[in-house]
């Protein structure tokens, strides 16, 4: 298992913009997950990207994967106040989830 | 869907007492998790089992154990609580098979007096 480092570590937009985080990871991996985190809450599993996909789609969010750059990013578009949270990426290797390491997450606040 | 329940939301306790934290899942699942979330240092894995009465410890367990005697339960055990030990705790649980996502609790925000 490795970690995930997201990028910037802060973001702040206005309601409406579209809001792009990034990940970075080290070594091979099988699968990319996101997360989110509300204030004071438990984390909420959003999507999971395969390592043979590129792109990937859920609602509002976009999910792109560059296996070659060891990168992912999570795009958020028409962003809404209720999209205010920290958001998490955790690359996973093969076999079972069984321990994903965490970074510290992109803090993300949309203002009306 | 899915649930995860932590048996407090919040708890106060005082140094050197012994301290329960409790997760129960309701989907059958063989993983179970015990994180602790901290400013600054983000998630960090604590203990996790995946299966009953089988447990390995995560990065930090230094002053916690765990028990897991069925399936559904998995408790963080605070031997001797620490003022360190304050902190938010999050359970989290997964499937064996494949690489399935992780279900987290509501988490407990524990203070340590």
């Known amino acids: 298992s490795q970690q995930g480092e997201e990028d910037p570590q802060a973001l702040s937009i206005q309601e409406g913009e579209n809001a792009t985080m990034n990940c970075s990871y080290k070594?091979?991996?099988?699968?990319l997950q996101w997360y989110r985190q509300n204030s004071g809450r438990g984390l909420v599993h959003l999507i999971l990207?395969?390592?043979n996909e590129r792109e990937k789609h859920s609602g509002r969010l976009r999910v792109t994967l560059d296996t070659s750059k060891k990168s992912s990013s999570l795009l958020i578009t028409a962003s809404r106040a209720a999209d205010t949270a920290s958001y998490f990426c955790?690359?996973?290797?093969?076999?079972?989830?069984?321990?994903?390491?965490w970074g510290l997450g992109t803090s993300l606040a949309v203002n009306p | 869907d899915v649930k995860v329940t932590q048996s407090s939301r919040y708890l106060v306790k005082r140094t050197g007492e012994k301290v329960f934290l409790e997760c129960v899942q309701d989907?059958?699942?063989?993983?179970m998790f015990w994180y602790r979330q901290d400013p600054g240092l983000g998630l960090r894995l604590i203990y996790f089992?995946?299966?009953?009465?089988?447990?390995e410890k995560g990065d930090i367990p230094e002053g916690y154990s765990v028990s897991r005697e069925k399936k559904e339960r998995f408790s963080l055990i605070l031997e001797s609580a620490s003022t360190n030990q304050t902190s938010m705790y999050l359970c989290?649980?997964?499937?064996?098979?494949?690489?399935?996502?992780?279900?987290f609790g509501d988490g407990t925000r524990l203070s340590i007096l």
């Open positions: 089992s995946y299966d009953v009465k089988m447990k």
């Open positions: 990207i395969r390592s």
């Open positions: 955790a690359p996973g290797g093969a076999g079972n989830n069984r321990k994903l390491i």
């Open positions: 989290a649980s997964t499937p064996s098979r494949g690489n399935q996502p992780q279900h």
């Open positions: 070594t091979s991996i099988n699968n």
């Open positions: 989907m059958d699942h063989e993983n």
